[in-house]
């Protein structure tokens, strides 16, 4: 069972370039999370998307733009990208937002030079 | 805003002992409350959830956690720590029509 699958795995960017990291989910799950995890901060969520068609801003969005391009997938992408967005990327999922659990990727470990 | 806060951002206890993992919650209407472990390297995995049904909730791997609306907590335990056990534990609130928070973490240590 694939659940939820973020690539790339790793990443190393130079300061100023661009890209996008991509998740898609096979659970036919409404909500979908970008997440970053940095030591000591726990997980701080960027964006979200309740639904296809819609997303909103979590507490850490500078930065970042997100894309719902359908039901299985939330691409999270970079514009400019800076040291300070060196982190740990998780994407997530779940059936609804509320009693149900979220399902996580594996993570994207990015470094911004 | 609703907010998770754990208590300890490292425990450390020997094998065999009691693992206690604290958290609080700030909202004032109960959230579904969620912990979740992390092992180095790897994604989250669930491991047991509260969503009203009973206030002590049994997960995986022998932990279990107790729903305290009146000291806003869901602390979670085991009753011997092993040391499979030493990883990053989170724990997180989901509120109906909200995203999904997290704490900080707390990661335990085992020691033989």
Known sequence: ?113 | AQSVTQLGSHVSVSEGALVLLRCNYSSSVPPYLFWYVQYPNQGLQLLLKYTSAATLVKGINGFEAEFKKSETSFHLTKPSAHMSDAAEYFCAAHQAGTALIFGKGTTLSVSS
């Open chain 1, 1 to 113: 069972n694939a659940g939820v699958t973020q690539t790339p795995k790793f990443q190393v960017l130079k300061t100023g370039q661009s890209m996008t990291l991509q998740c898609a989910q096979d659970m036919n799950h409404n909500s979908m999370y970008w997440y970053r995890q940095d030591p000591g901060m726990g997980l701080r969520l960027i964006y979200y998307s309740a639904s296809e068609g819609t997303t909103d801003k979590g507490e850490v969005p500078n930065g970042y733009n997100v894309s719902r391009l359908n039901k299985r997938e939330f691409s999270l992408r970079l514009e400019s990208a800076a040291p300070s967005q060196t982190s740990v990327y998780f994407c997530a999922s779940s059936a609804d937002r509320g009693r149900t659990e979220a399902f996580f990727g594996q993570g994207t470990r990015l470094t911004v030079v």
